[in-house]
């Protein structure tokens, strides 16, 4: 059984409102910018959203999809408010 990828977040460079989500995969750590992202707020519920997206994977045994969920939701703008 795999653990949980609750993934990580920085901003680089610090300050730029450049956000970054890192999440552990079975193809290793990986790190996706955040692209539709501008505050903090907005990142947490984008970083969240990815790392329940790649537990849904994990759980249903489909790793080989979780490169390409981290490709389009990188791109992906946030949809106002909480994401779910």
Known sequence: MSRE???SLYESPKGSGRWHGKFTT?????SVRLRGCR???EALGHKSFIAEQLDRLSTAGRH???KKILE???RAE???GERR
């Open 5 to 7: 990828s609750s993934g």
């Open 26 to 30: 079975p193809l290793g750590r990986r």
């Open 39 to 41: 505050t903090f707020e």
């Open 64 to 66: 080989e999809f979780a």
């Open 72 to 74: 389009l939701a990188g």
């Open 78 to 80: 946030p949809q106002g």
